[in-house]
């Protein structure tokens, strides 16, 4: 059974940068299929911020296009997302997802990173 650990959250000043990774185990990488990233912010519904194709291909929330990166690591077995110019409203806990169809999380779930915005 598929496994996901997310790290690199922390607090941060606006404007600034984190890296978040999300490190998969118990199943070999090159199988897995489209994965994503997600977030809930206190007192909202866990919603949608990147998908990452089995090739790579991103399809981003309009909230980060343009300032958050996603990328598949093989080797390392990570999914990372570089996030920049960071605003308070990106603070939430952010989550992996082993299978993402369309913008809808099918699989597995990490436990969570915490990633605070200060204004």
């Known amino acids: 059974q598929v496994q996901l650990q997310e790290s690199g959250g922390g607090l941060v000043q606006t404007g600034g940068s984190l890296t978040l990774t999300c490190t998969v185990s118990g199943r070999t990488f090159g199988t897995l299929g489209t994965v994503g990233w997600f977030r809930q912010a206190p007192g909202k519904e866990r919603e949608f911020v990147v998908r990452?194709?089995?090739?790579?291909?991103?399809t981003y929330a309009d909230a980060v296009k343009g300032r958050f990166t996603a990328t598949r690591h093989s080797t390392k077995n990570t999914i990372d997302l570089q996030m920049n110019d960071l605003k308070p409203e990106d603070t939430a806990v952010y989550y992996c997802?082993?299978?993402?169809?369309?913008?809808?999380?099918?699989?597995?779930w990490g436990q969570g990173t915490q990633v605070t915005v200060s204004s």
């Open positions: 990452i194709s089995w090739s790579g291909v991103c």
């Open positions: 997802n082993s299978e993402v169809v369309d913008r809808t999380p099918t699989g597995s």
